[in-house]
């Protein structure tokens, strides 16, 4: 449904737009006074009373990672566990706990998650995985992230900083910025520019530079940066790749000017892995924590003495790197360091909390004639596949794709590669859920483990061991079962980009299935849009769940959701395409080092709402066992206090400008349990902006997890602040809401 939402009549036009940021960025320094420090000026202050007693030899060991005066901040990657360390929770992946939609899960998670942190004495876990935020479907590190819509990333990213600051840990945001894929992040091989080609290589080649448009810049990819900064993020990762020909950590632009003067972040700098190409360089540019490769007394403590660089920067980067730790009084009282094998086990409840978000992450995308949930009249049930079953090794082994993996797992895919990979200290598999539920209610489960189909005509021949030969193909398995299910994944992570986005075995494993068996169910694991096409309409394709690496718990979480102990409740956070060739050409990626996002802010649903194009699933679709409907009309309040001034104007606090924040209206819809059994329903607000400000068709503006039992009605509301209907002025150098019509859009399924 589509109503007004409201009319902006009586703005206020002109007044003072606020001084550019100056050139020399001294704004950038803390001391400055630029920024307002509001509940972090007393971490400040400890800050500056501890930095003003070192030696400068002491300041550069502060911010090149060594102990001073007993004070050492370790720091470990990633959203997903502490990476690599014994005894912690494999969480579901953050594409997972993306796909609950459920604003207080996030937040739940982070302080769990902060809690192992701390309780293996690390001082900064890096999450959230702002970016890549998803431009591209081919890009590898989807699963680590939020989803390609920037409000969306905002409120996830912003909810696990909140919550891993709860647990006293510093959390790091990562990557900082236009860092969208992997091939070529580094360097590259000089290849000459080939799109088949989808690894980088560390040969000494530079990276990939990315060119963007000032508005996109904004709109798109600096501004879930503002929700983390806001919520409190005490450490941001630059990237490896280059801005405008830039080295991300070397950029002052970026880094200086952006990040800290505009945005207000109060926290250090640190760099991806080499990141860091010099010494003064990346220092003047605002890198706060690096090697001390390029930081020594020879360099930094020369500059000083020659005037090239300044004690006073050099001393905001020590207190940069304190801010988080005196904000969370690590100080007074942290767990000391625990080595990575040490027995210290941190999981306390967490695998129940793992094996709920998992199940309520799970999307529903089809279900005919409500298939699902199984039921006790399936007295044989057939699975497929080698995504049902354990890996070969397992489950805590190193999963790096950087010299290239195949794009599908064999075995079962519960987790990302590369720097957010899983520490699973056990792994459930839709094979033992089964196994565990077919012994428990009675039913005969059969299994063909294997993505290689075998045909009636030439049976895998198996020795019983007493002489005889009997004969297994994949169809008599599927024949007079009462229900199969096939599962099937897609598999990526850190290092390399993604060469496709089906696979054709498991797609023929899936039509095999079904040209036998007329209840065939298909289980979707994947770390980016996987394409469903090749069979999704297949008549005896009665239903499809759909989700990302589940941890843990997977195979539990898949097996309740198939038979009802869960309704499914997740909702897709990326578009999938009924084709490969409906996606953005410019967002393939090649070899080229020169990056143009020609496409701006019209990535992901936007860019299929501009083209007009009707994707198979969309953005936020998920069903549930239930029925919904909605209100009719959407109640709108707007606050014209909070909107008397078009441009941004309050003072620069942490996360930007103090009104981008204030509530300028409120929508609230009911919402009602039209079925007969209880679920929950993500009632999701879309925003249409007026011609002038030049933006998509529909943004998302607002999304609401509402839980509802059979008849129950409840009312969702939408807080819209300033930031959610600004549009960013070129001309102006700042946010502007733009005078005229809102239309919002609430999407019902
Ligand atoms: C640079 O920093 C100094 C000292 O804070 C300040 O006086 C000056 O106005 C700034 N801007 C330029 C462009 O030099
Ligand atoms: C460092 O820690 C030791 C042992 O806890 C303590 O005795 C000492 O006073 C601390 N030193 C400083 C400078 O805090
Ligand atoms: C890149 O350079 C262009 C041209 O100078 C400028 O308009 C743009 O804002 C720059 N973008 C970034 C992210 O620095
Ligand atoms: C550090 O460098 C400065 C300037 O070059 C020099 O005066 C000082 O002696 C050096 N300190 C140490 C500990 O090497
Ligand atoms: C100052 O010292 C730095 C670090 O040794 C050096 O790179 C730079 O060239 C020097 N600048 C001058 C003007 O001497
Ligand atoms: C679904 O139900 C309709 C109506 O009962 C029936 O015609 C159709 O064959 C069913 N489809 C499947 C796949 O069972
Ligand atoms: C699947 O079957 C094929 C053909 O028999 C075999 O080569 C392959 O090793 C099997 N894969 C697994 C994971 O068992
Ligand atoms: C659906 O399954 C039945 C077996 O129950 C089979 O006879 C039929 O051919 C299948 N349909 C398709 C389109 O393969
Ligand atoms: C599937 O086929 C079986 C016979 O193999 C039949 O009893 C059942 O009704 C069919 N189900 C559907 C939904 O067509
Ligand atoms: C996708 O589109 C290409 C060309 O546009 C076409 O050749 C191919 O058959 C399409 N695939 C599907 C599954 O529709
Ligand atoms: C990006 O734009 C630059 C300058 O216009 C051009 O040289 C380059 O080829 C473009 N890159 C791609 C991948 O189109
Ligand atoms: C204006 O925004 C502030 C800050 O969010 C909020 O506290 C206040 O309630 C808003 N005013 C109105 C009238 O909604």
């Not at 001390?292 to 905001?316: H, K, M, P, Q, V």
């Amino acid at each position: 449904m589509r109503q007004d939402l409201w009319l902006l009549a009586a703005l206020y036009i002109g007044g003072a737009v606020n001084a550019a940021v100056e050139s020399n960025y001294t704004e950038a320094i803390l001391s400055s006074g630029t920024i307002k420090l509001g509940d972090w000026q007393d971490a400040y202050d400890k800050a500056t009373a501890f930095v003003n007693s070192l030696s400068t030899s002491d300041k550069l060991s502060i911010i090149t990672g060594g102990t001073v005066n007993n004070v050492t901040i370790n720091k470990l990657d990633s959203s997903s566990n502490p990476i690599n360390y014994y005894f912690v929770t494999a969480w579901p992946a953050p594409l997972s706990i993306a796909m609950t939609w459920d604003k207080d899960f996030i937040i739940e998670q982070g302080q769990a998650l902060g809690a192992e942190f701390k309780g293996k004495g690390v001082n900064v876990g890096y999450g959230p995985t702002v970016q890549p935020l998803g431009r591209s479907p081919w890009g590898k590190r989807g699963a680590e992230t939020y989803g390609p819509d920037s409000y969306f990333s905002g409120i996830m990213s912003g909810g696990l900083v909140e919550g891993m600051n709860k647990a006293g840990c510093i959390s790091g945001a990562k990557h900082f910025i236009l860092n969208e894929h992997e091939t070529n992040r580094q360097g590259s091989s000089g290849a000459s520019p080939s799109c088949q080609q989808h690894y980088f290589d560390f040969s000494s080649s530079e990276a990939y530079s990315v060119s963007i448009d000032d508005k996109a810049f904004h709109e798109t990819y600096l501004a879930p940066f503002y929700d983390t900064i806001k919520a409190g993020v005490g450490a941001v990762m630059c990237s490896m790749n280059r801005i405008n020909g830039t080295y991300g950590c070397e950029n002052q632009e970026t880094l200086s000017k952006h990040l800290k003067a505009k945005l207000g972040f109060i926290g250090f700098v640190s760099p991806d892995a080499g990141g860091q190409k010099t010494g003064i360089g990346s220092a003047t540019a605002g890198l706060d924590y690096g090697s001390s490769t390029y930081w020594s007394n020879t360099t930094l403590g020369a500059g000083i003495s020659n005037g090239s660089f300044t004690e006073a920067r050099l001393n905001d980067m020590v207190i940069r790197n304190l801010m988080g730790y005196f904000k969370h009084s690590q100080d007074e009282s942290y767990p000391s360091h625990a080595g990575y094998t040490d027995n210290v086990d941190v999981r306390a409840n967490h695998a129940s909390l793992a094996r709920k978000y998992a199940q309520n992450s799970i999307a529903l995308l089809k279900n005919t004639n409500k298939t699902l949930p199984l039921t006790k009249s399936q007295k044989v049930i057939s699975i497929f596949g080698t995504h049902a079953a354990p890996r070969v090794v397992g489950p805590n082994t190193a999963l790096t794709v950087q010299s290239g993996v195949a794009s599908t797992m064999d075995g079962h895919m519960s987790q990302i590669g590369g720097s957010a990979m899983s520490s699973a200290t056990y792994l459930i598999t839709p094979f033992q859920a089964f196994n565990e539920r077919a012994h428990k209610d009675g039913f005969m489960l059969k299994w063909w483990l294997n993505n290689t189909i075998v045909s009636s005509s030439g049976g895998m021949v198996i020795s019983d061991g007493a002489g005889t030969e009997i004969s297994e193909t994949t169809t008599g398995i599927a024949e007079n079962s009462d229900a199969c299910i096939v599962f099937i994944n897609a598999w990526s992570g850190e290092g390399g980009d993604r060469d496709e986005l089906a696979n054709a075995g498991q797609d023929t494993l899936v039509n095999t299935v079904a040209d036998t068996c007329n209840n065939t169910i298909v289980v979707v694991n994947t770390v980016d849009p996987r394409l469903l096409a090749q069979w999704d309409s297949h008549e005896n394709v009665t239903a499809i769940l759909y989700g990302g690496p589940l941890g843990q718990e997977s195979g539990y979480a898949i097996n309740d959701a198939l038979f009802g102990d869960v309704n499914p409740s997740g909702n897709l956070v990326h578009t999938i395409a009924k084709n490969e060739s409906d996606y953005d050409a410019n967002v393939q990626i090649c070899e080229d080092l020169q990056l143009n996002f020609t496409e701006g802010n019209f990535i992901d649903y936007k860019y299929f709402d501009q083209q007009n194009k009707t994707p198979a699933y969309a953005f936020g679709f998920g069903m549930s066992y239930t029925t919904f409907s909605y209100g009719t009309y959407l109640s709108i309040s707007s606050a014209a206090s909070n909107l008397t001034n078009e441009y941004a104007s309050g003072s620069l606090a942490v996360g930007g400008r103090e009104d981008l924040w204030d509530i300028v209206a409120t929508a609230s819809s009911a919402i009602t349990n039209t079925g007969s059994l209880a679920g929950a329903e993500v009632a999701q607000l879309y925003v249409e902006f007026p011609a002038a400000a030049e933006e998509p068709v529909r943004q998302l503006r607002g999304f609401a997890k509402v839980d509802l039992q059979p008849g129950e009605t409840k009312t969702a509301a939408f807080e819209l602040r300033r930031r959610d209907l600004s549009v960013w002025d070129t001309g102006a150098q700042e946010w502007k809401v733009e005078r005229g019509q809102y239309i919002s859009a609430s999407l019902t399924v």
